[in-house]
């Protein structure tokens, strides 16, 4: 769309407390137009409705801010949104990992999907197009109320979508912990045609690995009944475009929003938008999780039980790389065979993704989300 052309039939409308249906005329009714109804509460257990609408037209910015921005609060708060009459979500996760940031906190930065100016509210601008109806709800599943609750969400009405339109979905999923020695899956199997548009991950990394390295597992994706990948990069940092670890950074489509190494919390995300994943009939995406350390480390923490599977050794000189996984397991990393060097392995830590695609069906695909008990962020281990 350029933007000195108007497209015919075609109108805006914003949706908050202060004009819940956005109707023409409508806006700021209450206490006499003088700001009668800025916000409103969530009390516990309750769904609130911000969107509502029929027609054709699609959601171009949501931005809301809460006054309790708690861990708590943050995993406990579920925002859903169906499409054309589904009665499934299309979108389900907790309000803090969908816009962008995981764990449960929040932090000023600015991206191309998602923004927080100042690390107090929540901007979304990934268009979200619909042919008959768009509804959004968010619900309350802490046992507090949530005060204070403002929101706006700008849409367009009216417009005409392409045969080749394709409805926004995200789902958020965890693992905590992680199954030793499988992958992390950050978009479960799907079927259908679509996009896969990105994520946003989280990171707690276990105490028992004693501050040995977590990222160095490859993101892979694998297309239709596939049993290998297509896709697969090289590392954690690696995808979300940095290397040799990582610490914070905001960029456009690439960025690591936490690494607090003290909490051992780390978010990051990667928007494949210049760089755009379809698929045809299906797509799993998911990432290894695969850390690393010196090799004495890790016998080191093996020898104490920590639950661990040795995968290579990068000894550091050029041109050599020794896969363990092709001797005869389990390997015994104090072999004379076995050389000197980095050594990565499985190991196991809590994760979270939040996955954002597009799908040809307006329909949800996913199971809902953990309850809001088992989505709190887990206590430090401590053995």
Not at 16 to 42: I, T, W, Y
Not at 238 to 247: C, L, M, N
Not at 358 to 383: Q, W
Request: charged content about 20%.
């Amino acid at each position: 769309m350029n933007i000195y052309e108007k497209p015919a039939g075609v109108t805006t409308k914003w949706v908050s407390f202060e004009n819940p249906l956005g109707m023409r005329g409508g806006g700021g009714l209450e206490n006499q137009g003088h700001k009668g109804h800025a916000f409103d509460c969530v009390y516990a257990g309750e769904t609130k409705t911000l969107v509502d609408v029929r027609g054709s037209g699609s959601i171009r910015r949501i931005w809301m801010t809460i006054n309790d921005r708690s861990p708590e609060m943050l995993r406990s708060l579920r925002i859903e949104m169906f499409w054309d009459d589904s009665t499934r979500p299309a979108v389900s996760a907790p309000l803090g990992d969908f816009f962008g940031v995981a764990l449960g906190r929040r932090t000023a930065f600015d991206s191309a999907l998602f923004s927080d100016p100042e690390g107090r509210s929540f901007n979304c601008f990934i268009p979200m197009p619909f042919r008959k109806a768009a509804l959004i709800t968010i619900t309350n599943e802490s046992t507090i109320d949530l005060p204070l609750l403002f929101y706006d969400v700008d849409l367009l009405m009216g417009e005409r979508h392409s045969q080749e339109m394709l409805y926004f979905h995200s789902h958020w999923r965890h693992e905590s912990p992680n199954a030793l020695g499988k992958e992390f899956d950050i978009l479960p199997h799907i079927q259908g045609s679509g996009r896969f548009l990105g994520c946003n991950l989280g990171v707690i990394s276990n105490p028992l690995y004693e501050g040995s390295w977590w990222g160095e597992g490859e993101v892979k994706a694998w297309f239709g009944d596939d049993e290998n990948p297509t896709l697969c990069g090289t590392g954690a940092e690696d995808y979300i475009g940095t290397g040799w670890g990582q610490g914070t950074y905001a960029n456009r489509t690439q960025g690591c929003l936490i690494a607090d190494t003290e909490a051992g919390h780390w978010s990051f995300y990667r928007y494949h938008l210049d760089d755009p994943i379809y698929f045809d009939h299906s797509c799993r995406v998911a990432i290894q999780t695969i850390g690393g350390n010196g090799k004495a480390k890790v016998i080191e923490l093996g020898a104490k039980g920590v639950p661990l599977i040795p995968v290579s050794i990068d000894p550091g000189t050029a041109g050599t790389f020794f896969r363990l996984m092709d001797l005869p397991q389990p390997v015994d990393l104090q072999s004379a065979e076995v050389p000197e060097g980095w050594c990565n392995f499985w190991r196991q830590d809590t994760w979270c993704a939040t996955a954002y695609f597009y799908l040809t069906s307006p329909e949800g695909c996913f199971d809902p989300i953990a309850p809001a008990v088992e989505r709190s962020i887990p206590a430090a281990k401590t053995e």
